[in-house]
């Protein structure tokens, strides 16, 4: 999974010309799902972006408060274009980006991890598949990219298994 978080003053999606969810001071969460990506690689993702430390604390020390110490709001976007390759001529490939139904059900997953792990009522979310206006007044700016990876076992290794009968 990949994420771009812009720390932000304030930010909004619109679908059809209507508002769907807006937040003030926190994060905008864009957020992709790759092939091969898990309810773990989800949940590795919100816990990071609840717990970043974006904001100075009160006495000025640099990058010491998470959106859930500034009391801040979340808003989660789905952009499969985060993982899109454009290594080959000008059009870009989408190949890295898991398939509709199956990313569909891992970020409302992922969504609802970041809900569980702060306050619901301050995690807003886009629509997932629309054609979506996200507007945003990024503060600082500070924008960040996070990704989690699936655990791979490396080629030739296996993991070790024991037997009640091994020393």
């Not at 899109?84 to 980006?97: E, I, M, V």
């Not at 924008?143 to 009968?165: A, C, D, F, H, R």
Request: glycine letters at 8%; a neutral charge.
């Amino acid at each position: 999974m990949k994420a771009i978080l812009q720390r932000v003053l304030s930010a909004a999606v619109t679908v059809d010309e209507e508002v769907v969810s807006k937040i003030g001071k926190g994060v905008l969460v864009l957020a992709a799902m790759a092939p091969g990506d898990t309810e773990r690689e989800a949940e590795s993702l919100a816990s990071k972006i609840l717990k970043l430390k974006l904001w100075d604390d009160d006495s000025g020390g640099r990058w010491k408060r998470s959106v859930k110490d500034i009391d801040g709001e979340v808003l989660c976007v789905s952009q499969f274009t985060l993982l899109a390759s454009t290594k080959k001529g000008s059009k870009p490939d989408f190949h890295g980006a898991m398939g509709g139904d199956d990313a569909k059900r891992l970020y409302e997953y992922f969504y609802k991890k970041v809900q569980e792990g702060y306050a619901a009522e301050k995690v807003k979310n886009g629509v997932f598949q629309a054609m979506m206006q996200v507007a945003l007044v990024n503060d600082g700016p500070v924008t960040l990219e996070v990704s989690t990876s699936p655990k791979q076992v490396p080629q030739g290794k296996e993991e070790k298994k024991t037997t009640s009968g091994d020393s």
